[in-house]
């Protein structure tokens, strides 16, 4: 899409959503990316849309009840916000910049992580990812922004602490890659953040027990060999 299009696609009265709303609508169906009514389910790039715009309408899903007894008040949408910003930054972009610009290219395929130890890690916690049968999870994989996972037994799911972009994340910093990296790895340990901890954190650092120690005994999976060594030091 030329840029000039781009712009008045993105602008429109601030009491309205913009009319690129529309023209992502009519995109996604036409791609098979939208609303499936077939399997009446959502494709998870129409989850994502969904959620970034709700045509000044209150509240979706909320409550009638709670309309009733404290109406939403019309407000910008994040899609509004999100076009304003762009808007404006398209207004200040060189004209000269404008024509060179060229979108990275992003390899499609997704992201498989094999682990045998693959971990939820909280401030104070490191808890092993498990199924909804309860069996330990040996494999997650990332496509788009759905994470998936598949335990030994073969079970497949999803987990309300398993964000695509918290598992990429992880990943990046157990193999130095890229978030955006690609295809099948293998590796001893992933630890991902907990949906309790910041998205970009560290999970060796914001763990307690993974974080550099401060004192000797302070570790992980080697805790006794480190106060057996304390001891025999000091015996």
């Not at 690129?20 to 609508?25: A, H, K, L, S, T």
């Not at 005994?217 to 480190?226: L, M, N, Y």
């Amino acid at each position: 899409m030329p840029v000039t299009e781009l712009r008045e696609a993105l602008s429109g009265p601030a009491d309205r959503e913009p009319r690129i709303v529309d023209e992502i609508d009519r995109a996604l169906t036409e791609t098979g990316q939208g609303y499936d009514p077939a399997g009446r389910r959502s494709t998870p790039l129409w989850s994502i849309f969904n959620e970034a715009h709700d045509q000044y309408g209150g509240r979706i899903g909320a409550s009638l009840l709670a309309d009733d007894i404290e109406p939403p008040g019309p407000g910008p949408s994040p899609m509004r916000a999100a076009a304003a910003r762009l808007a404006q930054f398209l207004d200040a972009y060189p004209e000269q910049a404008r024509e060179q610009a060229i979108a990275p290219a992003v390899a499609p395929g997704p992201l498989i992580i094999e682990s045998d130890r693959i971990q939820i890690v909280t401030a104070k916690s490191l808890r092993p990812l498990r199924c909804s049968q309860d069996d330990p999870v040996r494999m997650v994989r990332v496509d788009g922004p759905e994470a998936t996972l598949e335990c030994e037994q073969g079970h497949t799911s999803g987990h309300w602490e398993l964000e695509a972009a918290r598992v990429r994340m992880a990943a990046a910093q157990a193999m130095g890659a890229y978030p955006s990296v690609q295809g099948k790895h293998q590796l001893q340990e992933l630890l991902v953040g907990s949906t309790q901890l910041p998205r970009h954190s560290d999970p060796r650092q914001a763990n307690w027990f993974l974080r550099e120690p401060e004192h000797p005994i302070v570790g992980r999976d080697d805790i006794f060999a480190r106060i057996n060594r304390l001891i025999d030091e000091r015996s």
